[in-house]
């Protein structure tokens, strides 16, 4: 019995054996099949072993693993997914449950089982923290949230799958997922950089393309549509698919529309109209090709697609190509149709946002018409408007109106108001600033003027240029700063007549008051010849004969003169009459002068020039040696005009006319009668000058020598005896004899203690102690000044001086405290912020930070358009920037640097460069550096530093070929110095 038992265990021992065999067998069988990709096969094989009952744990659990990924690949995704969950479920220890938790959230995922796949990979983290997949994971759990548009807690996910990179299968999608997150956000400039790495990293990947185009798709989206065309252009985008190209060309299409190179959004356009794409984009195109058309002034093209946009339906669209039919057949001068679809809109659509524009479009109608009371009625209500652009354009039309009716000041406040609601650069904001600079032009107030046309000019070059440097010109002319008026009226070239007409006039006024006669008679020539007939023509004649003066071509002076007079009859002041006959007189013609100059006295007896022709007819005779004609001349405007201010000089020239004859002592009765009876005249100093020479033509050379003294001694009460006096220290000043100068003050001090001089003495003392370096009586010297007065101009060099010298001694507090003597007592001195300025500038130097910020305030404050205003705007945007306060810098130097065109707005435009290049704004740098290269050329140390920025920037940003350009330029401006040095130096670490 027992045998048989045995024999019976032995026998299920062998079926055991052979079935495991089997299963075995099965199993390779069906991982031949998997791997021979015949995943349908396969999965009959696991699903045998499955089923079997004699299979342990280990093999059923990879049965059901390989089951689940048979099925994936044969799309039965729903059947894998009970394959997984059996395994997880059933087998927990198993090897392939942390694979077949990933699995199932891949398959919940792409079966749109968002909540499932969390939680079967929230589990799979849980569970292998250390996994080999862990970024896999955290990749499907960002995929999962963000099809569910939570994209907060997809970005956190994608961003723990991007730093588990090792560990994830799908780390290029991820990154490319991630910048598609931030694109969602609004976040354009991380979705740029996470799109740019994939570009950088894995270039080859099929998602590169896409990455391409949606950096352009981004730089559209911030409104950069330069950089979108760039970025929409790169040849890699033709891997692109069709659906996607479509996307691409939309976006490049409107990129260069907003660019205005409409013939290349047209031709993509009209491409994509006729493509596969949904009819609303197709409406879109449509428009924007309407909109094309519009802008090149194909205004019947552009009504003809916008009426038929109009009558499609009454969407968005329709109601915008309302509006710009009627715009469109405005343009086309129709105005009755353009009027009556104005209406057609207001009844249709009366509270949509466009109806104000259209109020202005009908405002803008009767505006051209000369319309203009309506007009401005109807454009009133369009300034009403909610709608900014609307309300700024409506407001820059009333300025304009105004400004035909020639009422500045009206005109003015509404382009300011216009600017006010208007913080974009667009064209409303240009035209209303052009408005209000020419309203201030006309209201005399010339530097406000120059503010917002120079704005204009600096920033918008080509907006309306022949204007704005017209009016810039005009400016420059009302406040005599010619250079700047000729540079303006050069760039205002004009085929506009009038304009032309004004031009050529003010480079000729221009020109005439620099002296610069060659080039205004050029141009007052030119206008004569182009515009001869205007009324203006005798007064153009006038200023063309005072320039021919002015160049000394008497000759053609007075001919033109003669004409005017004689021919024109043209005699419109004993002025130009006497100019007439100067002309004559310098021309050579001195026998008709002297009988012009006789004419001119009988002509104008009562003008306050017959006694100056009376001189002039001595002088005459002077100047050719007819000396006793001459003097009978002088004596004859002695007697003629006993109340001539020129008696003195005619006593004078008396003098000089018996010393040219050798009579010396005839020329000293009439030197000594200037002195004697005239002893308050500016000519004293000139007649002791005479008896001087005088006594040396005598070989009287101790006289000579001693005149000084002598006239001191025989006139010590006279008026101008302390000025004759104190001449003896400017003499031995001015030769730089600064010890004889010392004791010729010093002696002037002794003698004149209470001359209102005395401080000009003590001054000119200090001055020439400073040249000898003696700063111990410099200083006391200057400190004598200030105790004399503190009030006088004098004193304000003093105390200046006084505080440069103290604070190369480093002692700032007793230079701040000189300049707050003067500064307590000037009030309202022209040159207090001067003053002001210094004293920041030693506060700055003494580390008294909190101090000069509060005086450069006051000087910026309450002396707003002088230089030092400026100087302090600059100084004070340098302390910010030391102390990289950015946000305050900028404005500061931006100001003066837009509004100076001199060494100080070069200054500033250097360190507002500096500014951004300290943020790392190296565009913005560029930009203002380059700034100082094009506008302050003329100033060589900040264009040198700007050129050596430049290089430092485009360096930063790896474009080492320009870099090497700057440095180069600068070694073109400098063979040596400290500029040449830094060049060298960065060449050679390039």
């Not at 400016?475 to 540079?487: G, P, Q, T, V």
């Not at 021309?587 to 009562?606: D, H, R, W």
């Not at 506060?843 to 910026?860: G, M």
């Not at 920025?949 to 401006?973: Q, T």
Request: include cysteine; hydrophobic fraction near 35%.
């Amino acid at each position: 019995m027992k045998r048989k038992i045995i024999l019976l265990s032995l026998m299920i021992f062998c079926l055991a054996t052979v079935r495991a065999q089997s299963l075995n067998e099965i199993f390779d069988k069906a991982a031949e099949l998997y791997n021979q990709k015949n995943y349908s096969d396969s999965y009959r094989y696991y699903s045998i072993i499955i089923r079997s009952e004699g299979a342990n744990a280990g093999t059923k659990a990879a049965a059901l693993y390989y089951a689940g990924e048979s099925l994936i690949n044969t799309s039965d995704y729903s059947a894998a997914a009970t394959q997984f969950e059996t395994l997880i479920s059933d087998y927990p220890f198993s090897n392939y449950h942390e694979l077949s938790l990933l699995r199932l959230g891949e398959i919940y995922y792409n079966s749109g089982t968002y909540r499932k796949c969390r939680e079967r990979l929230f589990y799979f983290l849980e569970k292998y923290p250390g996994s080999a997949h862990l970024g896999t994971a955290y990749f499907w759990l960002a995929a999962s949230y963000a099809a569910e548009n939570k994209y907060y807690e997809a970005e956190e996910y994608f961003n723990l799958s991007i730093s588990n990179a090792t560990t994830n299968k799908y780390l290029v999608d991820a990154i490319y997922s991630l910048g598609a997150v931030y694109e969602k956000l609004g976040d354009y400039q991380e979705a740029i950089s996470n799109y740019d790495e994939l570009l950088s990293y894995y270039g080859d990947s099929d998602l590169a393309p896409l990455a391409q185009m949606r950096i352009g798709v981004c730089y559209f989206k911030i409104g950069d549509y330069t950089t979108t065309t760039l970025e929409l252009s790169n040849p890699i985008l033709e891997k692109l698919s069709d659906k996607s190209r479509i996307e691409k060309d939309y976006y490049l299409s409107n990129a260069f529309m907003r660019l205005g190179e409409y013939d290349k959004a047209e031709k993509l356009m009209s491409k994509l109209v006729v493509s596969d794409i949904s009819e609303d984009t197709r409406r879109k195109i449509t428009y924007n090709l309407g909109w094309i058309k519009f802008q090149h002034k194909d205004y019947e093209g552009a009504y003809e697609i916008f009426s038929s946009l109009n009558r499609t339906s009454n969407d968005t669209i329709s109601v915008y190509a309302l509006f710009w039919s009627a715009e469109s057949k405005r343009y086309m001068n129709d105005r009755e149709e353009a009027d009556r679809l104005y209406r057609e809109f207001i009844e249709n659509y009366p509270n949509h946002p466009l109806a104000s524009k259209v109020n202005l479009s009908k405002g803008a109608l009767l505006f051209e018409s000369a319309t203009q009371k309506d007009a401005e009625s109807i454009l009133k209500h369009a300034a009403a408007s909610d709608d900014l652009e609307t309300k700024s354009r409506a407001l820059t039309l009333l300025g304009e109106l105004k400004l035909k009716e020639k009422k500045y000041a009206e005109a003015r406040n509404y382009f300011s108001e216009a600017l006010s609601v208007n913080n974009s650069y667009n064209e409303p904001y240009k035209r209303a600033k052009l408005g209000k600079g020419i309203s201030e032009f006309y209201l005399n107030k010339y530097r406000d003027a120059l503010n917002d046309l120079t704005f204009l000019y600096n920033k918008f070059r080509d907006f309306e240029k022949d204007k704005v440097n017209f009016y810039m010109a005009e400016s420059y002319l009302f406040l005599s700063e010619y250079d700047n008026a000729i540079k303006h009226y050069n760039l205002a070239a004009s085929d506009d007549r009038l304009l032309n007409k004004q031009v050529i006039l003010g480079k000729a006024y221009a020109y005439f008051n620099k002296k610069d006669f060659p080039n205004s008679v050029y141009y007052f020539n030119d206008y004569l010849k182009k515009y001869g007939n205007e009324k203006i023509s005798k007064e153009v004649k006038l200023r063309l004969a005072d320039s021919y003066f002015g160049m000394k071509n008497f000759d053609k002076a007075s001919a033109i003169y003669e004409d005017l007079f004689k021919k024109e009859n043209a005699i419109s002041s004993a002025q130009n009459y006497y100019q007439y006959c100067q002309a004559l007189y310098k021309a050579g013609k001195t026998a008709q002068a002297v009988i012009e100059f006789s004419n001119l006295q009988k002509l104008f007896p009562y003008s306050n020039y017959t006694d100056d022709a009376q001189y002039v007819i001595g002088w005459i005779y002077f100047q050719q040696n007819q000396y006793d004609w001459a003097v009978d001349n002088y004596l004859r405007l002695i007697r003629k005009y006993p109340n001539s201010a020129l008696i003195p000089i005619a006593y004078y020239s008396i003098g000089d006319s018996y010393y040219n004859m050798g009579q010396y002592d005839s020329a000293l009765i009439y030197y000594e009668k200037v002195l004697n009876e005239y002893p308050n005249t500016s000519y004293i100093i000139d007649a002791v000058n005479g008896i001087q020479y005088s006594y040396i033509a005598k070989d009287e050379i101790d006289k000579a020598v001693k005149i000084i003294d002598d006239f001191i001694k025989r006139y010590p009460n006279q008026k101008y005896s302390d000025q004759f006096y104190l001449k003896k220290g400017d003499i031995f000043y001015s030769v730089g004899e600064y010890d004889k100068a010392i004791n010729a003050y010093y002696d002037f001090i002794n003698r004149y203690q209470t001359s209102a001089l005395l401080k000009n003495a003590y001054y000119w003392l200090g001055k020439s102690a400073v040249n000898i370096n003696n700063d111990t009586l410099a200083i006391a010297a200057f400190n004598q000044v200030l105790n004399l007065s503190l009030t006088s101009d004098i004193s304000v060099s003093a105390a200046l001086e006084l505080s440069n010298l103290y604070s190369k001694q480093k002692q700032f507090d007793s230079a701040v405290e000189t300049l707050n003597k003067v500064i307590g007592k000037t009030g309202e001195s022209k040159r207090m912020p001067e003053l002001l300025f210094a004293r920041a500038l030693i506060e700055v130097k003494s580390n008294n930070l909190e101090k000069a910020y509060q005086t450069f305030e006051r000087v910026i404050n309450y002396y707003d358009g002088t230089l030092f205003a400026d100087k302090a705007k600059v100084e004070t945007g340098k302390l910010e920037l030391n102390q990289k306060r950015y946000e305050s810098a900028i404005p500061l130097l931006r100001e003066v640097a837009e509004k100076r065109l001199d060494d100080i707005g070069a200054e500033a435009q250097y360190y507002l460069g500096l500014s951004y290049m300290e943020q790392e704004q190296f565009n913005e740098a560029i930009t203002a550096f380059v700034r100082v290269r094009s506008v302050f050329a003329a100033y060589d140390d900040w264009y040198t530093r700007s050129l050596l920025r430049l290089g430092d920037c485009y360096l930063k940003l790896n474009d080492k070929k320009l870099a090497r350009e700057m440095y180069r330029a600068v070694l073109r401006r400098h063979n040596s110095g400290e500029y040449a040095d830094e060049a060298n130096k960065k060449l050679k670490r390039l």
